[in-house]
């Protein structure tokens, strides 16, 4: 991943209703959710959460699929793991002393 892209990524997860959209997604993976499912649990208007969930798309961080008349989009875990491999590459220079702790708590929620 480049900075450009994490860049764009990050922006996209910069706004609360786009963080609880993904992370609404992330838990509901592997199924997704129905736009207007993910607009109903957040509580906010479906042209809203549209809005928001084409922002993650652009950003790369969410796919869409077709299904009959529903739009269920999925969070693409994939994108999220080059995220996050992006932020911790060089973790406290190569000290693995230092970074253990923060992979440590990483393995317990996955």
């Given at each position: 991943?480049?900075?450009?892209?994490?860049?764009?990524?990050?922006?996209?997860?910069?706004?609360?209703?786009?963080?609880?959209?993904?992370?609404?997604?992330?838990?509901?993976?592997?199924?997704?959710?129905?736009?207007?499912?993910?607009?109903?649990?957040?509580?906010?208007?479906?042209?809203?959460?549209?809005?928001?969930?084409s922002i993650?798309?652009?950003?790369?961080?969410?796919?869409?699929?077709?299904?009959?008349?529903?739009?269920?989009?999925?969070?693409?875990?994939?994108?999220?793991?080059?995220?996050?491999?992006?932020?911790?590459?060089?973790?406290?220079?190569?000290?693995?002393?230092?970074?253990?702790?923060?992979?440590?708590?990483?393995?317990?929620?996955?």
């Amino acid at each position: 991943m480049d900075t450009s892209t994490a860049v764009t990524a990050l922006g996209a997860l910069a706004q609360s209703t786009r963080l609880e959209a993904f992370r609404l997604l992330v838990r509901a993976e592997p199924d997704g959710l129905p736009a207007g499912e993910v607009a109903r649990v957040l509580d906010i208007p479906q042209n809203t959460g549209s809005s928001h969930l084409s922002i993650l798309g652009n950003a790369g961080l969410v796919t869409s699929q077709r299904e009959g008349r529903s739009v269920v989009y999925r969070a693409d875990l994939d994108a999220f793991r080059e995220l996050t491999l992006f932020l911790l590459k060089d973790c406290c220079n190569g000290r693995t002393e230092l970074c253990a702790p923060l992979i440590a708590e990483l393995a317990p929620c996955c």
